[in-house]
Nanobody
Framework: QVRLVESGGNLVQPGGSLRLSCAAS????????MRWFRQVPGKERELVAS???????NYTESVKGRFTISRDNVWNRLYLQMNNLKADDTAVYYC?????????YGQGTQVTVSA
């Protein structure tokens, strides 16, 4: 059974930093592209960043230069380092994997950027 558990969300001031983590189980983690999505109430879930099995990374334009996605294939962990946070980054952040034609998400972790 695929399980994704996010952590690390918090309230942070503009310009601050956070590091999100996602613990994955039930898959051969190192083989799969992993993603971070985020969602604001009333809006569609947005792809923030992805990292494939070769550690190639992609980012949505609004976070380039501020966010870094990484993975630890020994401990089956996905990370998102978020620097220079802005109010527009406020959202629930979800870890994601596409496995056997299904999209799996964790329960999410809340990031709030506010003075």
């Amino acid at each position: 059974q695929v399980r994704l558990v996010e952590s690390g969300g918090n309230l942070v001031q503009p310009g601050g930093s956070l590091r999100l983590s996602c613990a994955a189980s039930g898959i051969n983690f190192k083989l799969y592209t992993m993603r971070w999505f985020r969602q604001v109430p009333g809006k569609e879930r947005e792809l923030v960043a992805s990292i494939d099995s070769g550690h190639n990374q992609n980012y949505t334009e609004s976070v380039k230069g501020r966010f870094t996605i990484s993975r630890d294939n020994v401990w089956n962990r996905l990370y998102l380092q978020m620097n220079n946070l802005k109010a527009d980054d406020t959202a629930v952040y979800y870890c994601n994997v596409a496995y056997r034609s299904r999209m799996y998400y964790g329960q999410g972790t809340q990031v709030t950027v506010s003075a």
